[in-house]
T-cell receptor, first 111, second 114 residues
Framework: GENVEQHPSTLSVQEGDSAVIKCTYS??????FPWYKQELGKRPQLIID?????GEKKDQRIAVTLNKTAKHFSLHITETQPEDSAVYFC??????????FGSGTRLSIRP | EPEVTQTPSHQVTQMGQEVILRCVPI?????FYWYRQILGQKVEFLVS????????KSEIFDDQFSVERPDGSNFTLKIRSTKLEDSAMYFC????????????FGPGTRLTVL
């Protein structure tokens, strides 16, 4: 079945530096890769997504890259700010009937 | 902007009791989902629902779980006899149709089983 591995589990970066979170998956049929940000006690919030026919997508300080051949995708946050502190989940949807989440990365921004 | 809503925000129950978690998906959406998140862990898929029937369910969704769309607006998750390990945050989500990938999540119901 579908599975997605996410690394690292925790990440601490200095404010203003960049943060990178990486995910790998096994099902080559996966074609939709969303990223979610979750603050404590809140719902997962979609921050960016990418589809399999695109290699890179950017939205202001957030970018996602996808390598379908290697089956990995990454989230890049530049110029990090304190409000970027949260848990980030990569995910995939291959069958259009469910989203499979990664295990999450707890990102902390040091002032 | 329309949102998925869920009630209650927090439900406390005794082990063995039945609970019903309620969701109101976005009005023109056709696909509905329930997910579960145990404290400190990842979000896990439970079940998807389309055209008044279950499309797919996970191993977690055993005979103790059921879903229903009793009317044109509500989508419910019932746990027949709750166990301690059912304590988690339960999120409902909806998607407009098959041509769109984005699922919109509700705020969640925190279920505590004592």
């Amino acid at each position: 079945g579908e599975n997605v591995e996410q690394h690292p589990s925790t990440l601490s970066v200095q404010e203003g530096d960049s943060a990178v979170i990486k995910c790998t998956y096994s099902d080559s049929a996966s074609n939709y890769f969303p990223w979610y940000k979750q603050e404590l006690g809140k719902r997962p919030q979609l921050i960016i997504d990418i589809r399999s026919n695109v290699g890179e997508k950017k939205d202001q300080r957030i970018a996602v890259t996808l390598n379908k051949t290697a089956k990995h995708f990454s989230l890049h946050i530049t110029e990090t700010q304190p409000e970027d502190s949260a848990v980030y989940f990569c995910a995939l949807d291959s069958s259009a009937s469910k989203i499979i989440f990664g295990s999450g990365t707890r990102l902390s921004i040091r002032p | 902007e329309p949102e998925v809503t869920q009630t209650p925000s927090h439900q406390v129950t005794q082990m063995g009791q039945e609970v019903i978690l309620r969701c109101v998906p976005i009005s023109n959406h056709l696909y509905f989902y329930w997910y579960r998140q145990i404290l400190g862990q990842k979000v896990e898929f439970l079940v998807s629902f389309y055209n008044n029937e279950i499309s797919e369910k996970s191993e977690i969704f055993d005979d103790q779980f059921s879903v229903e769309r009793p009317d044109g607006s509500n989508f419910t998750l019932k746990i027949r006899s709750t166990k301690l390990e059912d304590s988690a945050m339960y999120f409902c989500a909806s998607r407009i149709d098959r041509s769109t990938d984005t699922q919109y999540f509700g705020p969640g119901t925190r279920l505590t089983v004592l």
